[in-house]
């Protein structure tokens, strides 16, 4: 229970359970147990670094002592159940699985039922479009640190530790201690952060931070590599908050008014012309970063184009 990554042993342990069945179908003693982790190593654990342990923690499976361990095997044998699962649970850690969806099955069926909390439940990540979205409102040069920012925090919750202090970006994630499980893990995690589907094999085709930030943007489409279609909308979001926060104005003079008011209708005439016609051929405009003040420039300038005598 809870030995992610032993795919080895799984066809042993069937052939184990099915020879106990087999047994106790013709009256013969047998049981199997199915084990959680024990602190004392063996040749199963004691390759574990503290990311497994990290992550064994944050499973819901604790350690169990060699003589409480023993203590469960005598109780399992004196049970005279075919199959028990003999382990230890950290029920503050079930608790905020299962807040976050993530129970296993055997823990989440009829009957199971955890302990009140004796401690504050921490608050599950916030929904996945909202990392989109706040990304997506920012200008295309912040957009990078903000995801980066979004993965380190991913990167050191899988290994343990508290801060993402000691995540240095531009280091391979491998140096920092992640193997074949930690790295499902963390892709598992930035498909529940960033909504996305991500590869298995994305702590290995994008080694560093940095490199996995700069896929996921280019996931969503926000990586700036062109005016598209969302950033055409940013651009137009910005633009209506700043004519509409300068019509709130008391300070606004008419004439100011009035130029603007003809240089919203002349692009839109312009637009309308396009639509029809096609698109004529001019200078690319990053409309991602651009300030308001260049926004207003771009307009006097689509106006100047379509009558120079304005």
Same mark, same amino acid.
Not at 140 to 154: C, G
Not at 212 to 239: E, K
């Given at each position: ?26 009256? %013969? ?19 574990? @670094? ?13 350690? %169990? ?9 005598? &109780? ?11 382990? #230890? %649970? ?5 608790? =905020?699985?299962?807040? &976050? *969806? ?35 409102? %920012? ?16 990167v050191a ?6 801060g993402t202090?000691?995540? @240095?970006?531009?280091? &391979? ?15 598992? #995690?930035l498909n529940?952060?960033? *909504? ?37 909308? =940013? ?23 009035? #130029? ?9 005439? #312009?637009? *309308? ?16 970063? &651009?300030? =308001? ?13 379509? @009558?120079?005598?304005?």
């Amino acid at each position: 229970m809870g030995s992610a990554g032993q795919a080895g042993y799984t066809a042993a342990n069937t052939a184990l359970d099915a020879l106990v069945q087999r047994r106790r179908a013709a009256g %013969l003693p047998g049981v199997s147990l199915a084990w959680g982790l024990w602190a004392e190593a063996s040749g199963m654990t004691a390759a574990l @670094d503290g990311a497994d342990h990290a992550r064994y923690r944050r499973s819901g499976i604790a350690a %169990l002592a060699t003589r409480d361990a023993l203590a469960l095997f005598d &109780a399992a044998i004196a049970d005279g159940r075919e199959l028990l699962v003999p382990l #230890r %649970l950290d029920p503050v850690a079930l608790r =905020d699985r299962a807040t &976050a *969806g993530t129970l296993p099955p055997l823990l989440s069926g009829p009957g199971v039922r955890l302990p009140a909390a004796r401690r504050p439940v921490r608050v599950a990540p916030a929904p996945a479009a909202n990392l989109r979205d706040t990304v997506a409102a %920012l200008p295309v040069a912040e957009r990078h640190d903000a995801v980066l920012e979004a993965v380190r925090a991913q990167v050191a919750e899988v290994l343990g530790h508290s801060g993402t202090d000691r995540i @240095d970006p531009e280091r &391979a994630l491998s140096d920092l201690g992640f193997g074949s499980l930690t790295s499902i893990e963390l892709r598992n #995690r930035l498909n529940t952060v960033t *909504g996305l589907r991500l590869s298995a094999t994305l702590a290995f085709d994008h080694p560093t931070s940095t490199a996995v930030a700069a896929h996921l943007l280019t996931q969503y489409g926000l990586d700036g590599s062109g005016d598209g279609p969302d950033d055409v909308l =940013d651009g137009i979001d910005r633009l209506e908050a700043a004519v509409l926060g300068l019509a709130g104005d008391p300070t606004r003079d008419s004439a100011t008014t009035d #130029r603007i008011d003809t240089r919203l209708r002349a692009l839109m005439a #312009r637009w *309308g012309g396009a639509l029809r016609t096609g698109p004529e051929p001019e200078a690319e405009h990053d409309f991602g970063t &651009a300030t =308001d003040s260049e926004l207003f420039d771009f307009l006097d300038q689509e106006l100047e184009a379509q @009558d120079p005598d304005q």
